[in-house]
């Protein structure tokens, strides 16, 4: 400061001996007022001015001097090439304003935050955007941390897992609301179409207290495209050559200064008959999906309010079966076997955020969602219809205890669900109503350590008064080495026929073997898991890269064991005994060159349950699982938009146990253990300019192909009947082709 | 006549703004000055030294602009005794020079005041 006062004293002196720069520093604003009080400074120097009354400054100049930097508290610092001494009109942009520049570096499509105390992977759009298709259960394809697969050999659903569970362990949220669950938990995963989509976090382990006490496995939230950062138009079609056909739209418009709106279409179809395996049943369901959503959103930067109101619709129809089975003459008739799957669903769901503006760490969130779901159905000769109806309301207070390194978040919420089932002829009614509050507390100095210490206490109608504790906790070892650890506590009602749908597409005979638990007879889930990971960034040839290895153990106080052992029966009984998931897991990123990535992973599951009929492993779950993908995007120039982008990955699964088929004649008896499987699936994008995009794709390369999906397909009426048993891809090679046209 | 009963007029509102602004002290004061740095090691190391300082509540601190926001309970502490404390962790604010000692101490990557430094996080 005081040698700037100086120059200004020693400034006429100066004036007389050399020549001088003027100029004036504006606000880069609607008015462009003039900025007094700017230090205008020349690179390396002590020279410099501070602007006065009118923003003018008058600098002395000479030749050596080139870079003239012009600083303001609150404005984006600027750096100038002088060549001359011109007069200079220069205008500062407040940094306020500074989050509506573009940055358009590039972003790692699937990331592991470095900072964050639980083991998060983030998947942004670029990912989603690597397997084209086509809705959330098959996003995770290109992510070796999630498994994917048929849950049965009819219905087409995929189901996912997460350290060796099923999907009922993972609370599954859309915007934080937990929006997968109950009725919706076997198809729920079709119903989110992939554009909608915009980022999906997969939390491992135990998981944030703040979505509930359900999630025992990890967490699973995705966010949705928003009006005001979505395209205003967006199209999508796609068609494959198994004939499946998608249409998206979406548009977004202002309506307001603060209110925008966005209407989100998706309608997808299927209907041709494919039998490649030529067992007589369709390979794949034939469907017809309508799904509609409007988004609302209210933004109030003076106030500091946002509001999310959000009205979702989806009509969902599949037909399956046998290739001559016609719904009009052989519905619950032993015709023909077939299945028809009609799901009505609709949501409403309102958020509100409020920031105190002069408190940033100051904040209210008040979320509240109602749906309604319908599923009529039949399998065969079984009838399923269930009815969930459901209201979430959940609010959230954050704030600082001294200073901003330790963060609270505080609140409660309530959840009621009303479950009608009809199976057959028997009736199940459950209402579930529970009310908890939860506080969890972040500890973050800075620098190495990152701690998250969360309870919440419930009062749930039929589990009763329970306390759910999580810890996360985060430790920078060295440079670019990050070890994590979790536990935490879980419990839910298992909705065992909504959850366990499959079992409906067999002859087997449903038996609860329990009766004095509050649901279905049986007692409530409870599991504590544990985890440790470490993270270690690196640099190998010039060129970054990481390694990650984790670890994580569920160990179930109680489960609900689904027992498919005997070949004839399903049994749910309460465990009796040790039943836990040991997931282990190493993976390694590298780029070996500019935007050529890799991604190599391995994993080791160790998942066994005390069945009646002793300790085994849990079916269908591989042993050892690899991961391979690659992704290549060429040079863009700058000013230009078009380029390649490709992508690539390889999958390959050890030998899974199948449930003992011995009690099955000898014709319909399998062996103990799955045969391996490996599929290749590959996609090229062609960005042809920022509004229009091509992209050509192939799943299943290798043309794996499970051999007699279905036991007893030929009987499809007698004892041994059962489509369960699906460890691979039915449908062999399937090649898609689709475009994408987006005006900003 | 007139212009004097105005000066007292002006005085008088000074002297009350004055009192208020001295007696209300404001639990959540904001204020932002200008840090040197140059990279996020030199982030973390300014905000703790802030967040160290009793009183602190929220730091800040904008690599490309150099400000630092700061929100603080006035009854504890005062700007000048946050600033001190950045100084003694070895950065130089508008007022107050950090000692070469202090300086000394910040990792060489942070070390802003040489010009090398300066251009190498440029180029980041």
Known sequence: ?744 | MKSINLIKKVTLVLTFLITTVTFAQNKNERTSLEVDGVCLMCKKRIEKASLNTKGVKSAIWNVETHELKLIFDERKTNLETIQKSIVAVGHDTKTLKATDEAYETVHPCCKYRDEEVQEDHKKE
């Open chain 1, 1 to 744: 400061m005081k040698q700037i006062i100086y120059i200004i004293l020693l400034l006429p002196l100066f004036a007389i001996s050399q020549s001088e720069l003027k100029g004036t520093v504006f606000e880069d604003n609607a008015s462009k007022t003039p900025l007094p009080g700017a230090n205008v400074i020349w690179y390396g120097t002590t020279v410099g001015d501070v602007t006065d009354f009118d923003g003018k400054f008058t600098i002395p100049y000479k030749k050596e001097y080139n870079k003239l930097i012009i600083s303001y508290v609150g404005y984006k610092t600027d750096t100038l090439l002088i060549s001359s001494p011109k007069t200079i009109t220069h205008y500062l942009k407040p940094t306020s304003e500074l989050d509506e520049i573009e940055i358009t570096s590039r972003k790692k499509p699937s990331s592991i935050s470095y900072l964050s105390s639980q083991n998060v992977i983030n998947v942004s759009s670029d990912e989603l955007l690597k397997a084209a298709c086509c809705n959330l259960s098959e996003s995770f394809e290109t992510n070796p941390s999630i498994d994917v697969n048929f849950a049965d050999a009819v219905t087409g659903t995929r189901q996912i897992k997460m350290l060796g569970l099923t999907s009922p362990y993972i609370l599954i949220a859309t915007e934080n609301i937990p929006s997968i669950r109950g009725a919706s938990q076997a198809f729920g995963l079709s119903f989110i179409p992939g554009t909608w989509v915009e980022s999906i976090q997969i939390t491992k382990g135990a998981g944030s207290v703040v979505n509930g006490y359900e999630s025992i496995t990890g967490q699973i939230n995705a966010e949705l495209v928003k009006p005001t950062t979505d395209d205003k138009l967006f199209v999508n079609l796609y068609g494959a050559s198994n004939a499946r056909l998608e249409l998206n739209t979406h548009f977004n418009t202002k309506v307001s200064d603060k209110w925008t709106t966005g209407v989100y279409l998706h309608g997808s179809t299927l209907n041709t008959k494919h039998d490649v395996n030529n067992d007589n049943f369709l390979d794949m369901p034939l469907y017809n999906q309508v799904n509609v959503m409007n988004r609302w959103q209210y933004t109030n930067p003076e106030k500091g309010l946002v509001s999310f109101i959000n009205l979702k619709y989806l009509k969902d129809d599949k037909q399956t079966g046998e290739i001559d089975f016609n719904p009009e003459t052989d519905k619950l008739t032993t015709n023909n076997w077939g299945s028809e799957i009609d799901t009505e669903r609709y949501e409403v769901s309102a958020k509100l955020g409020y920031v105190n503006a002069e408190l940033p760490w100051q904040s209210i969130g008040v979320q509240a969602a109602f749906s309604g779901h319908q599923q009529d159905s039949y399998f065969g000769l079984n009838t399923y219809d269930i009815e969930h109806n459901s209201l979430y309301a959940n609010v959230i207070y954050n704030t600082i205890i001294s200073d901003s390194r330790h963060k609270i978040k505080t609140g409660i919420s309530y959840t009621y669900d009303h479950y009608d089932e009809l199976v057959n002829t028997t009736d199940f009614n459950r209402t579930e109503n529970s009310i908890g509050g939860f506080l969890e507390y972040n500890y973050f100095n800075l620098d190495k350590l990152n701690v998250t210490a969360g309870l919440r206490v419930d009062r749930h109608n039929l589990l009763g008064t329970f306390v759910t504790p999580r810890l996360h906790l985060r430790y920078t070892t060295w440079e670019k080495g990050v070890f994590r650890a979790s536990v935490g506590r879980g419990k839910r009602s298992a909705n065992i026929l909504a959850e366990n749908q499959k079992l409906f597409s067999t002859s087997r005979n449903i038996n609860i073997l329990n009766t004095t638990g509050a649901i279905y007879g049986l007692d409530p889930e409870i599991a504590w898991n544990y985890g440790v990971s470490f993270l270690q960034g690196f640099r190998v040839f010039g060129r970054k890269g990481e390694v990650i290895a984790d670890f994580y153990r569920t160990d179930f106080k109680n489960q609900v064991v689904v027992d498919y052992e005997n070949a004839q029966q399903v049994n749910f009984y309460n465990l009796a005994g040790e039943s836990y998931a040991n997931s282990f897991q190493v993976e390694l990123h590298y780029e070996p060159f500019n935007n050529f990535n890799t991604r190599l992973a391995y994993k080791n599951y160790d998942v066994k349950t005390q069945f009646n009929s002793g300790k085994l492993e849990r079916p269908l779950t591989p042993k050892h699982r690899f991961f391979a993908n690659a992704s290549y995007e060429t040079e863009v120039d700058e000013g230009e938009s078009r380029q390649w982008k490709f992508d690539a990955t390889y999958n390959w699964l050890g030998a899974q146990r199948l449930s003992s088929t011995q009690n099955n004649p000898i014709q319909y008896q399998l062996s103990e253990y799955s045969k391996t499987v490996a599929t290749f699936n590959a996609q090229v994008t062609k960005v042809f300019s920022p509004k229009f995009e091509v992209y050509l794709g192939g799943e299943n390369i290798f043309n794996t192909r499970q051999e007699n999906p279905i036991v007893s397909a030929d009987n499809p009426f007698g004892s041994s009947f059962d489509t369960t048993f699906v460890y691979g891809p039915i449908f062999g090679a399937n090649y898609y082709a689709g475009l994408r046209f987006k005006i900003k």
